[in-house]
């Protein structure tokens, strides 16, 4: 199963390769993209990748509360859901699941996903 | 025919070689003139290529350079000249004239020429203040020398004057030419919490520094002891210091210890096992804006009162104290450069400058980079690969800029809005007005140019695309 992580530099990144050290995500072929932050990325990329031979896309980000530019967790949320809402229109399997987490905390991101594979919002 | 003119600072015999041989092939009309013999009423020319001394021009001082020779500048070339270079026409005239074709390839006047650093002289400078230790050189010196370059430490007294991109450094007698400068500037301490004169004249409030030593003589047995940390920038070394002295306070004193802080750093090697100890030893570590706290004597002048506010739960509470320790921050004092530094403008002392986008580590003059002397074993690796980067590519490059298309930009003022760090305005008037971002405060995260609806807004040098956006970090479940 391979995933796409889009991560933001300040806590996603670390977030999700400390995921992967610790070995939360066996069996997983993750692919890490960074990004300076999760609000930069547009709708179209997130189609693009999911066009793609992927599983599912996972965005980690800053915390919603606490994002380092302010709204880019929050951008990147609304982008997220407007998406994942055609997916589900276009009854298509794939979903973007989201991770709000800090560079320590790593098991939202294993929430996240395990959520996901159950069938269930990956929304954190 | 295309006219052109060439301006000369200094006289260049190999250029003149240069255009005696090649002048019929070249099909233009060419004229090298010293820059003395230049005046208004030269006549129109299509182009002018003025070679100059020097890089650190601005386009303000080239503009008024322009302006007393009488012409109006549409594009400017820079051919960075350096003088040992010239002897040595082999090595300089293909250069030259490739930058030359270059320009006159450019009939529309646009050609954008991009001035590459013409020798990679790998001599490194490490310029110190007297009073840095002599270790922390060495260790500077040696993270340099890992890096292939040749380094050494500079005299006690010495003169630099600017050379083209590099700079010739005069020393007792000596002159090198020097790629790049390694500076590392006096650290002073400095306590950034201003206390009320009343708490101050208790006699109470002592520097770290001077806590340390009396402890040696003095016993602090049972009392309440406060440390104030105001800084975030508190460097690891004084984090060090004020873990061992508050758990030493605990175990031997049976001291009440209390770090008030804005924030901890564990962050160094040993550090955290040092925080854990002094933790288990029965210090308190308290996170608070220390700005806000409130400090009142007591009336017997015994003792001081802080109240403040955790940020951990919110709750107001009010120690009696009787004693503060002010941690102090390092700040760095500008390196004094008065009479030593000769260049286009005067330079009286080398400050950080205050564009963030800048790699760490670089000053507002191209090769010249500054480090603090109580910098981590990392920072000074990652500065060697700085200068490194400097000293074969020729260019500080910021990271990255933001840009904003005129054509494309509507004027619809999300980009201000979006932006969290306000680096977004609007410049022009009425209908011709654009955005504007702020090279200084702009911090890169890309918001602005994902939210513009006409996307009219990139970052240069860092790809949003879809395929080149970012490169991929590890793949197929390892980290690399």
Redesign the interface.
Known sequence: MKIVALCCDKSGYPAVLKAQQEGYLPGVELEVRAVSCLGVIRESLLLEILEGEVACLLLAGCPLESCHNLEGSRFAKARAERVNALLEEADVDKRVVLAFCTAEKTSQIREALSRWLDGKDGVM | MKRVLIVTYHSIPALERWYRENESSLGRHIRILPKQQVGKGEGEWDVVVVIGGSLSLTREEIAGQCERFGWNPVCVHAFPLEKSFVPHSEAWLPRWEAFFRNILAGDDGIAQVRVHRLTSNPRVKVLSHPETKAQDIQEILTALKKRNLEVTAAEDEWHIAREGVNYRYVSSGTEETVGAFVIVPEVKEHFSLTLPDQVSDTRRLVPLSEFARSMEQKSYRRQRIAFLVPSLTTPPGVWERVFSLSKQLCEKDCAQVVVLCAETVVAGEGLEEAYRRSRQAGALYEKTDLSKAVFQETIDMRGIQVGFRTERDGADQTLLFDWLVAVPQLELVPFDVSGCFEADKIVLSLDRPVNSNLPPYALHFQGMYLISPFSSHSERIELAREVERYLSEGVIAEEARTEVDEEKCILCLTCVR?C??GAVDVEGVLKRSKARVSWQTC?????C???CPAEAITIAG?P?G?DD???????????S
């Open positions: 979006t969290p760090w911090r890169l995260c890309g918001l140019a994902s939210s860092f949003t879809t956006m970012v490169p991929v970090i590890s793949c197929g479940g390892e980290v």
